[in-house]
């Protein structure tokens, strides 16, 4: 079974697992060395600067490492750096959470998430599009556009019991070029 202890742990691990995810590190603010490496292998229209420690933390949005540069004295000790996902957000079918646990029978899922262009991963909890608990079995989960995929992903890398936000996009992105995004895998910090 995964365990994952927090924000840290949670980025080591997708990588660990091989799932598919936009660029991501966490570096020293004073590694300013290894942030411009990032921003110079990892070209994107956008970046965001998050602090790792931290739930809800305050972010940043980023167009290059110079801007990257000015905001570092903003965080304490680390700072990850991702790739945005937002120049894509055109492209999204559906973006949220989802826990599929494996009961005896069908399975159960609990999935909040939407469908339009303007989700994130935290406005996905304020005015969920979909917020469900449900048996594997009913085809209202199946409905769902872009269920399938997640669903799939989920069984395909064994992440049941595990809370996975992602997105499903209708074009492949990430560091595998595929159509689901995983941004974070909890179990519970």
Known sequence: MITIKDKKDAIIKIKELGLN????DI??????????????????????????????AKFYFVKNYEEAEKLLPKFKTEVTVVVSYRPYKEDIVLMGDIK??????????????????????????EEPEYNLHASLDEDRVWKINGF?????????????DVIVEFGVYDCKLGINKENVVIS??????
């Open 100 to 125: 599929i646990s494996r009961n005896y029978g069908a399975g159960t899922v609990d999935l909040t998430a939407r469908s339009d262009s303007e989700a994130t991963h935290r406005n996905i909890y």
């Open 27 to 56: 570096f020293s603010v004073t590694d300013k060395k290894g942030i411009k490496k990032f921003f110079d292998k990892y070209k994107a229209e956008e970046y965001v600067l998050r602090n790792p420690n931290r739930t809800k």
């Open 184 to 189: 974070e895998i909890r179990t519970g910090y």
């Open 21 to 24: 995810h936009f660029p991501v």
């Open 148 to 160: 399938d995929k997640i669903a799939r992903y989920i069984s395909d890398h064994e992440l049941y």
